[in-house]
């Protein structure tokens, strides 16, 4: 089979990226600043990382934004407090927590801290049910990624056998929703998910978010399938996929890149969401497509 299309996502990125900028001039001419919060709970250098990222981007464009990382011992509480009094605090216009939490800390009391209308990421339960009935306050980042990066290269998804190896409440779980929303046939893999090879080969669009580097080689898919990659995965030095990118690229009609795939198109749609929701929450609209 010849190569792979590449599904990249820095064109989108940028393009995304110049809206939500257009996006928060409209915003700040209102009188409005956007300024954005987070917690990690984690000493793990690559959640660090991630969200340096974050707080980079910000930086960037020139959006305020404030950092609490605490210890993976932090006591619950600490971690109830510190989202609770970020979320009532009136400077803060957008919240976002970083998952997974040790296992010590309820994810559940912590969801429920982000106030709805400052959550960047759907994270409260009222903006996950939201989500689920159609009537979405606002999308996860990594799924309104991955939404845009098969609009952007013109993938279609509609009638599709989908399967989303993952079920992780941030990545995998919208990710199924999202598949199911736009009419795939969608199978849901994990951990104890029998046959895994046996799934992936039925599937003619492979989403994978399950942050194990080389699960799905090419001898667990088909001819022409379409991969998308979302894990991003440290590993000497460098980042890798879920996929083992040469046998599978042998195989695939496309693939998206790990680095430059979905990642770059999450940080934009971040900022998107940023801007977005500071924007919503003070009453003013900004003006672009709701995708
Ligand atoms: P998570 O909550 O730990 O979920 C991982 C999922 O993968 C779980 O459902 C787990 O199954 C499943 N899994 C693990 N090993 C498996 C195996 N051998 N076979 C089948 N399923 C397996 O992780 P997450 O937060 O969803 O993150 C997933 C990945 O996305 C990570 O690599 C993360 O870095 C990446 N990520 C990417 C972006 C981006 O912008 N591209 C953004 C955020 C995160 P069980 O449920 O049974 O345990």
Redesign the pocket.
């Known amino acids: 089979m010849s190569e792979p299309r590449r599904l990249a996502g820095r064109g989108p990125a940028d393009a995304l990226r110049e809206a939500a900028l257009d996006r928060l001039d409209d915003c700040r001419a209102a009188g409005v600043d956007p300024s954005l919060a987070t917690v990690l709970v984690s000493d793990d250098p690559a959640d660090r990382a991630f969200m340096d990222r974050k707080h980079d981007l910000c930086s960037e464009v020139g959006i305020d934004s404030r950092r609490v990382d605490l210890p993976p011992d932090a006591p619950a509480e600490r971690v109830y407090r510190t989202v609770a009094d970020l979320g009532a605090d009136p400077a803060v216009t957008a919240l976002f927590v970083q ?2 939490l040790p296992d010590h800390v309820d994810e559940s009391e912590v969801r429920r801290r982000v106030p709805p209308e400052k959550d960047v990421d759907c994270f409260h339960p009222e903006n996950v049910g939201r989500l689920v009935a159609g009537d979405p306050r606002v999308r996860p980042v ?1 799924s309104r ?1 991955v939404d845009r990066l098969l609009d952007a290269h013109d993938v279609t998804v509609a009638g599709r056998d989908a399967v989303v ?4 409440t ?3 779980v919208p990710l199924a929703h999202l598949c199911c929303r736009r009419d795939a046939t969608v199978t849901v ?5 029998r046959d ?1 090879a046996e799934r992936t080969r039925a599937a003619d669009l492979l989403v994978t ?4 580097p080389g ?1 799905i080689d090419g001898s667990m898919v088909s001819p022409g399938v379409v991969v998308v990659d ?4 440290r590993v000497d030095g460098g980042v890798v996929g879920d996929v083992d990118a040469e046998s599978v690229g042998e195989r695939a009609a496309a693939v998206t890149p790990v680095p430059g795939g ?2 770059p198109l ?1 940080m934009a749609c971040l900022l998107d969401n940023v801007v977005r929701v500071s924007a919503a929450g003070a009453g003013v609209e900004v003006g672009g497509q709701s995708g």
């Open positions: 998952i997974p990594t990624a190896v993952g079920r992780g941030a990545i995998g893999c994990h951990s104890r998910t895994l978010a399950a942050g194990t699960l979302v894990s991003v995965n979905v990642g999450t």
